[in-house]
């Protein structure tokens, strides 16, 4: 009986294990698809800054200096603009949290 119980539990830590990688590239992927259509064009797709952004004077989401920036400023930025970035209110909380663990992935 002592044997079933350790696969049973097994099984259970095995299938959360796999259902939460699968959640969590999920969120990853949907967090890349915002970022590329409301950051992308100022930003660039790695972060780098495209030549307009770069124009505008966005910032390198890859440098030291946005990196060392916590999570609760970039989700100030995001949320309420700065400079010549638009604000995105319209954005629910979770998907700015989304937003500002994908930037932290650009980091060089």
Known sequence: MK???VAVFTLV???????SLSLSAH????SET???SK??????????GSATGKKLG????TTAEVQKM???????TITNGKGKMPAYKSLKPEDIKGLVAYI???KK
């Open 58 to 61: 966005a910032h390198d989401f």
């Open 70 to 76: 916590t999570d609760a400023q970039l989700t100030d």
């Open 34 to 36: 915002l970022f590329k």
């Open 104 to 106: 932290r992935t650009l």
């Open 13 to 19: 830590t095995a299938l959360a294990v796999v259902l």
């Open 27 to 30: 969120a990853q992927n949907a």
């Open 39 to 48: 950051c992308a064009a100022c930003h660039g797709p790695d972060g780098t």
């Open 3 to 5: 044997r079933v119980y």
